[in-house]
């Protein structure tokens, strides 16, 4: 498997287990679905971490952990919007941009 594979299934599965969380915030903590997504996000959290721990023996960890940080953030924020139909701002999308150029200029 592509190093870079480690590192991007990492970010992508992060991302799936924050999405599972506000998910699952969605039901009552007395909903048997509310226990459901919070399992299951801890399945993804551990599965992203161990291959975040993968990749990180192909990576330094300053170059890999904030790459992988905003790339889940930007993920994040991605999937509030299409999927929970939050709203942000221009001041936010201007931040969302600085992380873009923050993961382009750290990965070169």
């Not at 699952?24 to 509310?34: G, I, P, Q, T, V």
């Not at 996000?41 to 971490?49: D, E, K, N, P, Q």
Request: hydrophobic share 60%; glycine share 6%; proline share 2%.
């Amino acid at each position: 498997m592509s190093k870079y594979l480690f590192a991007i299934l990492a970010t992508v599965i992060n991302a799936g287990a924050q999405i599972l969380l506000k998910k699952a915030s969605l039901f009552s903590h007395r909903d048997n679905f509310f226990y459901l997504y919070v399992f299951y996000a801890g399945l993804l959290y551990i599965v992203s971490f161990v291959l975040y721990a993968i990749a990180l023996k192909y990576f330094p960890i300053t170059k890999l952990s904030p790459i992988t940080m905003l790339g889940s953030m930007i993920l994040i924020v991605l999937a509030g919007i299409f999927l929970y139909k939050e709203v942000i701002n221009l001041k936010y999308v201007i931040g969302l941009l600085f992380g873009v150029i923050s993961i382009i200029l750290i990965a070169k």
